[in-house]
């Protein structure tokens, strides 16, 4: 085992520092691999989707069915001549509909969003200990969490060597310090450099027949909650010729692409501010009122992902997340991906979000999925767009840009394409994707400091 880690160590030092490649095997997905991809997300037939539909919709009619269809608010597609809808269309619906919304309110009731409510207030405190303090890092909690990636028995032949890459948080982020490495389940393992994008920590297992193969560490590091009292008119003018604008102003495939529909909504959105934080807010407040958030398909089997916003209207965390990534850039304002897990108490998952560039600021967390939503603070500004400005401390900041490189290299490609939260697992027979393992966070514990 050592000796195989000192030789994936070495191919690690000659792959670079991990910026992204369009000729990056691991990213590069095959249309075979996709469309087999999409068949596992649309995995509903015509019945299911009825028979869960009628629940709500006693009497519901094909033509009912067929209308939401040709608005996208029911995802589906053909798939071997048969008509298969995605895993989640049928809630979907009634997160995406506003009619159908009201109607699936009436049945189960309308449900507060707990963690809104619960930062609604948290968040005031942030800004209040941001002004008494002088300072836009406050209020740290020490937070505590085991992970663990289990590959399901026999999906390898017995004696193979699985190979996981789980994920681990930066140490570049103002906001995190302190990480701290308590026990791993296997005793060699390689923590990858932040000069990579994507941020892991590295085991090999072998694998026993009729046996799950399971990975796992436990960590504490602590979270900053990080928030910036600017005012618009503090930004300074940036250097258009610096490499920092370039490269976060620029297009890149195949996700952020300046398209005609692009140019035209910014345009119309942004029209003749010149302030960059007001042209963000903007762009933040149009996407939040108009793509409610729904369950979404796997990020890879997506050519586009602003685009299939902006055709399927709604997007999750991620999906927004690079819709305004995109306006903004095209609005001539650095932006770029960022993301990891959300770990506010009761309310642990996968989260994307990105930072914004303000020259005379500097990099400033920004959460669009976190716009929607809020309940109690419409009448203070800073309170209601508080996720323009910072984030709070609850986040697990693993991924400081998308599609990257690891470290040591993946040799087949990547289950998540764009993203890196859950883990990524191969073997010398291919890559293993997500039907074949599962990870997650099975236990996670606070403490909290006050200063």
Same mark, same amino acid.
């Given at each position: &085992?050592?000796?195989?880690?000192?030789?994936? #160590?070495?191919?690690?030092?000659?792959?670079?520092?991990?910026?992204?490649?369009?000729?990056?095997?691991?990213?590069?997905?095959?249309?075979?691999?996709?469309?087999?991809?999409?068949?596992?997300?649309?995995?509903?037939?015509? $019945? @299911?989707?009825?028979?869960?539909?009628?629940?709500? @919709?006693?009497?519901?009619k094909a033509e009912q069915v067929e209308a939401w269809e040709a608005t996208n608010a029911l995802e589906h597609r053909?798939?071997?001549?048969?008509k298969r809808y995605f895993r989640n269309a049928g809630r979907n619906l009634f997160r995406i509909d506003k009619e159908?919304?009201?109607?699936?309110?009436?049945?189960?009731?309308?449900?507060?969003?707990?963690?809104?409510?619960?930062?609604?207030?948290?968040?005031?405190?942030?800004?209040?200990?941001?002004?008494e303090q002088k300072k836009s890092l406050v209020l740290p909690v020490t937070m505590t969490i085991k992970y663990t990636?289990?590959?399901? /028995?026999?999906?390898?032949?017995?004696?193979?060597?699985?190979?996981?890459? &789980?994920?681990?948080?930066?140490?570049?982020?103002?906001?995190?310090?302190?990480?701290?490495?308590?026990?791993?389940?296997?005793?060699?393992?390689?923590? !990858?450099?932040?000069?990579?994008?994507?941020?892991?920590?590295?085991?090999?297992?072998?694998?026993?027949?009729?046996?799950?193969?399971?990975?796992?560490?436990?960590?504490?590091?602590?979270?900053?909650?990080?928030?910036?009292?600017?005012?618009?008119?503090?930004?300074? /003018?940036?250097?258009?010729?610096?490499?920092?604008?370039?490269?976060?102003?620029?297009?890149?495939?195949?996700?952020? #692409?300046?398209?005609?529909?692009?140019?035209?909504?910014?345009?119309?959105?942004?029209?003749?501010?010149?302030?960059? @934080?007001?042209?963000?807010?903007?762009?933040?407040? %149009?996407?939040?009122?108009?793509?409610?958030?729904?369950?979404?398909?796997?990020?890879?089997?997506?050519?586009?992902? /602003?685009?299939?916003?902006?055709? $399927?209207?709604?997007?999750?965390?991620?999906?927004?997340?690079?819709?305004?990534?995109?306006?903004?850039?095209?609005?001539?304002?650095?932006?770029? %991906?960022? !993301?990891?897990? &959300?770990?506010?108490?009761?309310?642990?998952?996968?989260?994307?979000?990105?930072?914004?560039?303000?020259?005379?600021?500097?990099?400033?967390?920004?959460?669009? !999925?976190?716009?929607?939503?809020?309940?109690?603070?419409?009448?203070?500004?800073?309170?209601?767009?508080?996720?323009?400005?910072?984030?709070?401390?609850?986040?697990?900041?693993?991924?400081?840009?998308? !599609?990257?490189?690891?470290?040591?290299?993946?040799?087949?490609?990547?289950?998540?394409?764009?993203?890196?939260?859950?883990?990524?697992?191969?073997?010398?027979?291919? $890559?293993?994707?997500?039907?074949?393992?599962?990870?997650?966070?099975?236990? #996670?514990?606070?403490?909290?400091?006050?200063?």
């Amino acid at each position: &085992m050592r000796k195989l880690f000192l030789i994936l #160590i070495s191919i690690s030092v000659v792959c670079g520092c991990g910026r992204f490649s369009s000729s990056d095997p691991s990213v590069n997905i095959t249309e075979d691999e996709r469309e087999a991809r999409i068949a596992i997300d649309f995995s509903r037939d015509s $019945n @299911y989707i009825v028979n869960y539909l009628k629940l709500y @919709y006693p009497e519901l009619k094909a033509e009912q069915v067929e209308a939401w269809e040709a608005t996208n608010a029911l995802e589906h597609r053909y798939i071997d001549g048969q008509k298969r809808y995605f895993r989640n269309a049928g809630r979907n619906l009634f997160r995406i509909d506003k009619e159908a919304r009201q109607v699936y309110e009436q049945v189960e009731g309308v449900k507060v969003d707990q963690l809104h409510l619960f930062l609604d207030g948290y968040n005031k405190e942030v800004i209040k200990a941001v002004r008494e303090q002088k300072k836009s890092l406050v209020l740290p909690v020490t937070m505590t969490i085991k992970y663990t990636l289990t590959v399901k /028995p026999d999906v390898v032949p017995d004696s193979t060597v699985l190979r996981a890459w &789980m994920p681990y948080p930066r140490e570049d982020q103002n906001s995190v310090k302190d990480i701290r490495l308590i026990s791993t389940s296997e005793p060699e393992y390689k923590i !990858s450099s932040d000069k990579y994008v994507h941020k892991s920590i590295y085991m090999e297992k072998i694998a026993v027949a009729g046996q799950p193969t399971v990975f796992s560490y436990e960590l504490s590091f602590k979270g900053y909650n990080e928030w910036y009292d600017f005012n618009p008119e503090d930004i300074e /003018p940036y250097d258009t010729n610096s490499r920092l604008y370039k490269e976060y102003t620029a297009e890149r495939a195949t996700h952020v #692409i300046f398209s005609d529909r692009i140019k035209k909504i910014t345009d119309s959105i942004v029209g003749t501010e010149t302030n960059p @934080y007001i042209k963000v807010k903007k762009i933040y407040r %149009w996407i939040a009122d108009n793509y409610p958030w729904a369950s979404a398909r796997e990020y890879s089997t997506i050519e586009n992902i /602003p685009e299939y916003v902006l055709d $399927n209207n709604h997007g999750d965390c991620g999906q927004v997340g690079l819709l305004l990534i995109t306006m903004a850039r095209y609005a001539g304002i650095p932006a770029r %991906w960022q !993301s990891g897990w &959300m770990l506010h108490p009761n309310s642990v998952n996968l989260h994307d979000w990105l930072e914004v560039y303000y020259e005379g600021v500097g990099w400033v967390p920004t959460d669009q !999925s976190f716009g929607r939503g809020r309940y109690n603070v419409k009448d203070n500004d800073d309170e209601y767009h508080f996720y323009t400005k910072g984030l709070d401390a609850y986040r697990w900041i693993v991924n400081s840009d998308y !599609s990257g490189e690891f470290s040591p290299a993946k040799k087949f490609i990547r289950s998540e394409t764009v993203d890196f939260q859950r883990g990524e697992v191969e073997w010398e027979g291919g $890559n293993l994707y997500f039907d074949k393992w599962s990870g997650w966070i099975s236990d #996670i514990q606070y403490k909290y400091e006050d200063k």
